[in-house]
Antibody, heavy 115, light 107 residues
Framework: EGQLVESGGALVQPGGSLRLSCTASGFSFSSSLMDWVRQAPGKGLEWVANIKEDGTEKHYVGSVEGRFTISRDNARRSLYLQMDSLRAEDTAVYYC??????????WGQGTLVTV | AIQLTQSPSSLSASVGDRVTFTCRSSRDISTLLAWYQQEPGKPPKLLIYDASSLQSGVPSRFSGSGSGTDFTLTISSLQPQDFATYYCQQSYDYPLTFGGGTKVEIK
């Protein structure tokens, strides 16, 4: 089934930086495409970024390209999201999730970023 | 980016009702569509992938259909725990996108 636990969310000033972390257990992390999805307060879901199993390929939504960087450490079973030049519109709960190229499962409980 | 439009945005229904909601894509995405259920304060839960494949552990009252640009999610007999918001999501092209959601409320 698997479990994902996010951390690193905080209150940050516009223009500031933050690094989110996600630790995986219960599944083969190194064989999994991993994604970040966010949800602004009271709003719908927005896909943010993903990273291929070996870290060689990354994709971003246009609104974060050049400001956010996704990375992973397979030895530590960890996924990261470095967020720079943060804006008010980046305020959201950020979820870490695994993709099988068909859907996202499982999901972490989320970590709140307030800008 | 591929846009997914869900309708209705909300609906009121009673326990035992059969409910159907739709997701329309701005272009052909084959069957690369998933459906999620999200209860307030919780992360989303994968219900359906590949438009019609039931995720392991999901009750059989949930079913999905469609291909190309038009998709539906059906709950055959609404249960109390089904009152939630439902989202569709496409995996056909980047950026991956979600629909705006359909909120199912108690009548």
């Amino acid at each position: 089934e698997g479990q994902l636990v996010e951390s690193g969310g905080a209150l940050v000033q516009p223009g500031g930086s933050l690094r989110l972390s996600c630790t995986a257990s219960g599944f083969s992390f190194s064989s999994s495409l991993m994604d970040w999805v966010r949800q602004a307060p009271g709003k719908g879901l927005e896909w943010v970024a993903n990273i291929k199993e070996d870290g060689t390929e990354k994709h971003y939504v246009g609104s974060v390209e050049g400001r956010f960087t996704i990375s992973r450490d397979n030895a530590r079973r960890s996924l990261y999201l470095q967020m720079d030049s943060l804006r008010a519109e980046d305020t959201a709960v950020y979820y870490c999730t695994r993709s099988n190229y068909r859907g996202f499962d499982p999901w972490g409980q989320g970590t709140l970023v307030t800008v | 980016a591929i846009q997914l439009t869900q309708s209705p945005s909300s609906l009121s229904a009673s326990v035992g009702d059969r409910v159907t909601f739709t997701c329309r894509s701005s272009r052909d995405i084959s069957t690369l569509l998933a459906w999620y259920q999200q209860e307030p304060g919780k992360p989303p839960k994968l219900l359906i992938y590949d438009a019609s494949s039931l995720q392991s552990g999901v009750p059989s009252r949930f079913s999905g259909s469609g291909s190309g640009t038009d998709f539906t999610l059906t709950i055959s007999s609404l249960q109390p725990q089904d009152f939630a918001t439902y989202y569709c999501q496409q995996s056909y092209d980047y950026p991956l996108t979600f629909g705006g959601g359909t909120k199912v409320e108690i009548k």
